[in-house]
């Protein structure tokens, strides 16, 4: 067996034992396990299988489904698999804006520090609105070589046969409500992040659940940002892992504004003022 089948099937193993251990769907845990098998059991390397057909090949696989499919492809790219990394505490902001062409860590950490950006559509967004232009060190030829990454990389992780829209601002509320209930009754299981985590103490309370067929993992903000202005115990970020389709959101509880005291799914506040409606004051 090739040694990278062997390592990723490995990734996918601890994956499923981590998803059971932490009460996920069953459904989900059998997916990973058997993902791990048909890895194992490849008469060829699973690297030039995505080398000859690219996405499409891997999902081809018996047993490999988008998301795995976009999993092996990640840990092919990047030597590590990102929803591991989350399952173990391990997920890391700046580490996910550095593996952007042309983006180094001193960058990585301005663009999360000055520009409260956290994930790879945060980035696309501030690479369209002119933020990132203004961020000293961006020219033309630098921004232009971002959005062509981006646009590339994130065309493969929102394939044509997913959703054509990201879910109501209602779903992702509700699901940071469960979260934070679970977390406060302490019924939820609980993680050892790697990072602010110095006595190693499983501290962070995670949970695994389902709407309308959507995977959704929610945990509290473990970011220097959330811990600098002693938010890590309302920041809320939520992972969709939808079939081939993927998204992150952050939910807070709005300060200022006419949705103060309200949580709010944040870059999407015009649509939380629709969900609340009358509860909350017109600006």
């Given at each position: 067996?090739?040694?990278?089948?062997?390592?990723?099937?490995?990734?996918?193993?601890?994956?499923?034992?981590i998803?059971?251990?932490?009460?996920?769907?069953?459904?989900?845990?059998?997916?990973?396990?058997?993902?791990?098998?048909?890895?194992?059991?490849?008469?060829?390397?699973?690297?030039?299988?995505?080398?000859?057909?690219?996405?499409?090949?891997?999902?081809?696989?018996?047993?490999?489904?988008?998301?795995?499919?976009?999993?092996i492809?990640?840990?092919?790219?990047?030597?590590?698999?990102?929803?591991?990394?989350?399952?173990?505490?391990?997920?890391?902001?700046v580490?996910?804006?550095?593996?952007?062409?042309?983006?180094?860590?001193?960058?990585?950490?301005?663009?999360?520090?000055?520009?409260?950006?956290?994930?790879?559509?945060?980035?696309?967004?501030?690479?369209?609105?002119?933020?990132?232009?203004?961020l000293?060190?961006?020219?033309?030829?630098?921004?232009?070589?971002?959005?062509?990454?981006?646009?590339?990389?994130?065309?493969?992780?929102?394939?044509?046969?997913?959703?054509?829209?990201?879910?109501?601002?209602?779903?992702?509320?509700?699901?940071?409500a469960?979260?934070?209930?679970?977390?406060?009754?302490?019924?939820?299981?609980?993680?050892?992040?790697?990072?602010?985590?110095?006595?190693?103490?499983?501290?962070?309370?995670?949970?695994?659940?389902e709407?309308?067929?959507?995977?959704?993992?929610?945990?509290?903000?473990?970011?220097?940002?959330?811990?600098?202005?002693?938010?890590?115990?309302?920041?809320?970020?939520?992972?969709?892992?939808?079939?081939?389709?993927?998204?992150?959101?952050t939910?807070?509880?709005a300060?200022?504004?006419?949705?103060?005291?309200?949580?709010?799914?944040?870059?999407?506040?015009?649509?939380?003022?629709?969900?609340?409606?009358?509860?909350?004051?017109?600006?």
């Open positions: 067996m090739a040694v990278l089948n062997q390592q990723i099937s490995e990734r996918f193993e601890e994956v499923a034992g998803l059971e251990e932490q009460g996920a769907n069953p459904f989900r845990v059998r997916a990973y396990r058997r993902g791990a098998a048909v890895l194992r059991g490849l008469p060829r390397p699973v690297a030039e299988i995505f080398e000859e057909g690219g996405l499409a090949a891997l999902e081809a696989l018996p047993g490999i489904g988008p998301s795995l499919a976009r999993g492809r990640e840990t092919l790219r990047l030597g590590r698999l990102p929803m591991l990394d989350r399952l173990r505490g391990e997920a890391d902001p580490a996910l804006l550095m593996t952007v062409p042309g983006i180094g860590r001193r960058t990585a950490e301005r663009l999360e520090e000055d520009l409260e950006i956290e994930t790879l559509e945060d980035l696309e967004v501030a690479a369209h609105d002119g933020r990132l232009a203004r000293a060190g961006f020219g033309p030829k630098r921004l232009a070589g971002v959005r062509a990454s981006l646009a590339q990389r994130l065309a493969r992780v929102r394939p044509p046969h997913g959703p054509a829209a990201p879910p109501p601002v209602g779903e992702i509320l509700d699901v940071d469960e979260y934070r209930a679970g977390a406060s009754a302490g019924t939820l299981q609980r993680i050892a992040p790697r990072r602010f985590n110095p006595s190693g103490a499983a501290s962070l309370p995670v949970l695994h659940t709407r309308s067929g959507r995977h959704y993992t929610a945990v509290f903000s473990n970011t220097p940002r959330a811990h600098r202005l002693g938010a890590t115990r309302d920041w809320v970020v939520l992972y969709l892992d939808h079939g081939g389709w993927e998204g992150q959101w939910v807070v509880t300060r200022h504004g006419p949705l103060a005291g309200q949580r709010v799914v944040r870059g999407r506040e015009a649509e939380c003022l629709v969900h609340y409606g009358p509860a909350v004051d017109s600006p």
